[in-house]
């Protein structure tokens, strides 16, 4: 169940609009090599950049049609005035990077050593550049057992996690309001027995010698329900394909480290995950159909922790099978 990707966006930055930063660590010119999008270049000239201050006034219809094409047409945005103070994320920032240089960069060194990657002759096309650790928000965090993170980083990521959550929920209502189904739909969605899972990825990607043999991670569509990105496709089922899932890598670079922290808000592991009814009679009438199947969302996650590098379309199919031979009751 794919997601729309989010960047977020420091509110003091001005953005380019060749390429903006996505709450930036790096200039904006590093977007095009950092990140592969299916865009010409031309088209990236309309990069959607989204100014949630504007829903405010009198532009908010304007700026809900801008964010109704970026998930209809690109699959993720850019965020401005999201209400996340910068200075708190300069913070976010610093600490992980401090980490990185302590706790995490000289095993990404052994690592590489290792698996001898240091000269590499052909391509890998097996494993990333890149070194990673992941915590949990919900349904319970495990923040206090992820090893050698400060008291300092730990406080400070608690409080990321709240943030991120609450602006991932507003964003729901505001894909909800998109698409004409009542507030609060997609986040009932999602709940399942215990509430949303939320999770973050914290991810480092060091200068790389060799970044056209390997990838800082490998093409792939998220699964989930939105994705949102501090740096340096799952909408898609239950809008039955109307908001879909980019696809995206990370480039390895040979000069200067790079640091991405992407944090997952998405359905609780038994969440049952199906087209909206509102939506599929809607279409119906419009002559489409219902293309996606109905699944619980762990048996989901499960197929796709095989198959996250490989085309989404045979996953959906592999859960339609599931759906003929075991349909799912909807609660």
Not at 88 to 110: A, G, N, S
Not at 140 to 158: F, G, H, T, W
Not at 254 to 283: H, Q, W
Request: charge should be negative.
């Amino acid at each position: 169940m794919p997601t729309s990707l989010l960047h977020l966006q420091k509110p003091h930055s001005i953005p380019s609009i060749n390429s903006p930063p996505p709450l930036s660590l790096h200039s904006a010119s590093n977007i095009p090599k950092l990140f592969h999008y299916t865009r010409s270049k031309r088209e990236m000239t309309n990069f959607p950049v989204i100014n949630l201050g504007n829903l405010n006034g009198e532009d908010r219809a304007a700026t809900m049609d801008q964010i109704r094409d970026a998930c209809e047409n690109w699959g993720f945005f850019e965020v401005l005035n999201h209400g996340i103070p910068h200075d708190f994320l300069d913070t976010v920032e610093t600490l992980t990077k401090e980490h990185y240089k302590k706790c995490m960069e000289q095993r990404f060194k052994q690592l590489v050593a290792s698996k001898a990657l240091e000269g590499l002759q052909a391509e890998v096309t097996d494993m990333d550049w890149e070194s990673t650790f992941h915590l949990r928000h919900l349904p319970q965090s495990n923040i206090a057992e992820v090893p050698d993170l400060s008291d300092e980083y730990m406080k400070v990521m608690k409080e990321f996690a709240l943030k991120l959550e609450k602006l991932a929920e507003e964003l729901l209502d505001l894909l909800c309001e998109n698409l004409g189904l009542e507030k609060g739909y997609l986040k009932k969605a999602f709940y399942g027995a215990k509430g949303p899972t939320f999770g973050t990825k914290v991810a480092n990607y060091p200068p790389c010698p060799t970044p056209d043999k390997i990838k800082g991670l490998r093409a792939h569509t998220d699964a989930g329900g939105i994705v949102l990105l501090l740096q340096d496709p799952q909408l898609e089922v239950i809008t039955n394909g109307k908001y879909k899932s980019v696809e995206h890598r990370v480039i390895a670079q040979t000069d200067g480290a790079r640091m991405s922290i992407a944090s997952f808000y998405n359905p609780g592991s038994d969440a049952v995950i199906y087209p909206a009814p509102a939506l599929l009679e809607k279409e119906t009438e419009d002559g489409k159909k219902k293309v996606y199947p109905k699944f619980v969302f762990e048996d989901y996650m499960q197929l796709y922790a095989g198959m996250k590098f490989q085309a989404k379309e045979p996953r959906f199919e592999a859960m339609k099978a599931r759906e003929t031979t075991a349909p799912i009751a909807t609660a």
